[in-house]
Structure formats: C-alpha cells, structure tokens
C-alpha cells in the first residue's frame, strides 16, 4: 500500500483498508474502452445543451441555484457554517447546487476525464461555475488530505470506476469526522447492462447491508466500514435506485 494512502488515517481505517482487495492498479481495459463513449455523450450534452436534459444544464450552469433539497434536508448546518464538499466523478459540469441560504457552500469535483471535459467545454464554449479536476475515486487521499470535507457526493459514478470498494473507504477517508458520504446509483447496474463498458461493478443492498460485487468477488461494505461510519441504505422506485448514508463517526469506535 502506497505511503501517501496512510497519512493521516487512525489506526482502524488503515486496518479496514488493508483488508479489501484492489482488483488492479489501473483501470481496466473494459473502463478505458467506455471512456471514448463517456466523452461522445458529454460532448452531445454539451453541444445540445443538455439535450433530453435542457433544465438539467440550465441548473449546472446557474450560480444561483440551490444545494438540492434531498441533500440539505439530511445534511442539516448551522447559519453562518461554510460547508466544503467534494463532488466524486462529476463530470464537466457539477451537478450539485451552488448555494445554502445563511451558508457558504464550497464545492470541490474531481473526475478521471477532466481533461477531456476541458477540451469538450471549450470546444463547446461552456465556462464551469466549478472547474472538475483530474482525480480517480480510488487515490483521493493523493489529491487530499484525510478529513477535509464536510460532505462527499458521488451520483451513477462509483459503479463505473476499478475498484469501487476503495473508492468508497477513500470517499470516507476525506470526509470529517461527523461529515457525510452521499451516494445515489442504480442497484445492480451492471447486471442490467450485462456487464459491458462502464458497468463491472453492482452496488446493492442485502440483509440491511451495502455490498459491492461483481462476477468474481463481493467486498460487504458495512463490514469494512464498520466502527469508522455508520451505513444506512435506502432503495426506492421498486428497488431500482439506491441512496447510500456513510455517516463518518466523530471518533473511532474501534471494533469488538
């Protein structure tokens, strides 16, 4: 394990990290294929404005549009509190609103393709409210420092990536203690897709706990995490999308 992936992390989460199994260094040959049809959908967003989502990319691109609700509702701050987040996998425009009435929202976004998004946004004349950075989900902690951000948000991204199980445990690493990770994907989404492209990876819930799997391997999240944040699953629309709760623990709780 890469020095630079235990500084700053007690005890208990490098023990919790060492115990999943990255399924390789790099992405992988299925990623990088998806990632040219990635840059062709964002390029016809882009072009289109929006295309089948015109309000969508209006609200992207609106200064003055709210954090939205299902967010503020759950993540509640005192007035006055600046609230720094980290937008996982957002794409070349975040999706995440700009502003909390009596709050000051400051928002982060990373995401592998930035650099191809930089290309696409200036080919397509788009001026980011928030410029997203290079970064895969899997090394924040080489972008960050632990403990950095009050809120985490990663939406129909983490499924995508090499090795979700870690990007998960690094979503968690640079979150505060009493901050949130907040995730929203499909539930089993490269079932549905027959595992092609971006989609190696399902994320579902069982028995009241989030697991992460693919053909060959489950890693139970809830157990990796446990003792450093607390795990609630939500799935709704008949289980087809799931919203993932990590609530960090202001103190590690160790385990028994």
């Known amino acids: 394990?890469?020095?630079?992936?235990?500084?700053?992390?007690?005890?208990?989460?490098?023990?919790?990290?060492?115990?999943?199994?990255?399924?390789?260094?790099?992405?992988?040959?299925?990623?990088?294929?998806?990632?040219?049809?990635?840059?062709?959908?964002?390029?016809?967003?882009?072009?289109?404005?929006?295309?089948?989502?015109?309000?969508?990319?209006?609200?992207r691109c609106d200064p003055n549009f709210p954090l939205q609700q299902h967010?503020?509702?759950?993540f509640m701050r005192p007035v006055g509190a600046t609230v720094r987040i980290l937008d996982v996998g957002a794409g070349p425009l975040t999706y995440l609103g700009k502003q909390w009435v009596g709050r000051t929202v400051k928002i982060t976004a990373v995401d592998p393709l930035a650099e191809t998004y930089d290309k696409l946004?200036?080919?397509?004349?788009?001026?980011?409210?928030?410029?997203?950075?290079?970064?895969?989900?899997e090394r924040l902690t080489d972008l960050f420092p632990a403990n950095t951000f009050d809120l985490v948000h990663a939406r129909n991204c983490i499924d995508h990536g090499y090795d979700p199980a870690l990007a998960i445990q690094q979503m968690v690493a640079v979150?505060?203690?009493?901050?949130?990770?907040y995730m929203h994907h499909a539930v089993n989404e490269a079932e549905q897709q027959q595992y092609e492209g971006f989609h190696q990876w399902n994320l579902y819930a069982q028995d009241g706990e989030f697991l992460v799997g693919n053909q060959t391997q489950?890693?139970?999240?809830?157990?990796?995490?446990?003792?450093?944040?607390?795990?609630?699953?939500?799935?709704?629309?008949?289980?087809?999308?799931?919203?993932?709760?990590?609530?960090k623990y202001p103190v590690s709780r160790g385990r028994s």
Request: aromatic content about 10%; charged content about 25%.
């Open 175 to 181: 979150t505060k203690p009493g901050g949130l990770v």
């Open 121 to 137: 946004l200036a080919q397509h004349h788009v001026e980011p409210l928030v410029r997203t950075e290079k970064g895969d989900a």
């Open 218 to 247: 489950t890693v139970n999240v809830t157990q990796v995490l446990a003792g450093v944040a607390e795990v609630h699953n939500h799935l709704y629309d008949g289980g087809i999308w799931m919203t993932n709760l990590l609530w």
């Open 71 to 74: 967010i503020t509702d759950i």
């Open 1 to 59: 394990m890469k020095k630079s992936l235990r500084v700053g992390l007690h005890r208990l989460f490098r023990r919790a990290l060492i115990r999943i199994k990255s399924v390789a260094a790099e992405p992988s040959k299925n990623w990088q294929l998806a990632a040219d049809e990635e840059g062709d959908f964002w390029a016809h967003w882009l072009w289109t404005r929006g295309g089948e989502w015109p309000e969508e990319f209006q609200a």
